[in-house]
């Protein structure tokens, strides 16, 4: 059974337990937040990423490959992106890291890497301009996994797999529909699939129309290691404006093996 932290020192003078969790004050909790914005135009439903449709998750472990929609991102140049770092989940569901070296429209392969989720990207290094020139891709399997869009500096995907040895406990959720017609909306969904299923399930869905609503995001159980989670997008009503979305997902990292076993 999960021990679940009730101590009443958490919320004074610390403030609550995310900042709790954050300085190391509850052994075995970490915090998680992902988050992601993006244009939607047409009535497409879309995973909330960098990406531009919802991504096909690698079958088994291999390699990375990284390229950049501009040759001024590469290891030699003084003025686009030269290098990201790359965190990823094994075969094993382990995490790992690792840092490649751009070569800009030319396609960089990893060697001897077994890459079976992404994780998230960071640019490292950078050359006059401190920012990508071009829309850097991030790929695993042979598909697109994440993208760092030109003028940032790290990948902005909602959706990730659970580690090893983790469970995932969602608490919260903000999401923003920007100003559009009167006729349009977002609808979102929030979905896990399970390790060694192929089937989709959904937590919570629900519309957004002109605003921002924060709200808690509580499965039945904490998601257990390998459960695969994201969150899809879609406009909705027959207005033709665009509608611009912002999502951002809180919850914990649970050590399972301090803290219960939750498979």
């Not at 009535?43 to 096909?56: C, D, K, V, W, Y």
């Amino acid at each position: 059974m999960a021990r679940i932290p009730t101590d009443s020192n958490l919320m004074s003078p610390m403030g609550n337990m995310d900042t709790a969790v954050s300085i190391g004050a509850i052994p075995g909790y970490s915090n998680i937040s992902r988050w992601s914005e993006k244009e939607f135009t047409d009535g497409t439903q879309r995973e909330m990423s960098n990406f531009t449709g919802i991504r096909t998750l690698p079958t088994s472990g291999g390699e990375i490959t990284i390229v950049s929609s501009s040759q001024a991102d590469n290891g030699t140049t003084a003025t686009g992106a030269l290098s990201v770092r790359i965190n990823y989940l094994d075969s094993d569901l382990v995490m790992q890291t690792t840092t490649m070296v751009l070569d800009g429209t030319t396609p960089v392969v990893s060697s001897g890497l077994d890459a079976y989720r992404f994780d998230g990207a960071l640019v490292v290094s950078v050359g006059s301009e401190l920012d990508p020139a071009g829309n850097i891709t991030i790929s695993m399997d042979g598909n697109a996994q994440a993208i760092i869009n030109a003028g940032q500096n790290e990948s902005r995907e909602s959706g990730f797999t659970v580690p090893a040895g983790k469970a995932f406990l969602s608490t919260a959720a903000v999401l923003a529909s920007g100003i559009a017609g009167s006729t349009n909306a977002l609808d979102y969904a929030f979905e896990y699939r399970l390790q060694g299923s192929t089937i989709w399930y959904t937590i919570r869905s629900l519309q957004i129309y002109q605003q921002v609503a924060i709200f808690p995001v509580v499965g039945v159980a904490a998601l257990p290691a390998g459960t695969d989670f994201r969150i899809l997008a879609t406009k909705t009503g027959s207005g033709n404006q665009n509608i611009d979305a912002y999502v951002q997902i809180r919850g914990y990292l649970i050590d399972t093996a301090t803290q219960g076993n939750f498979s």
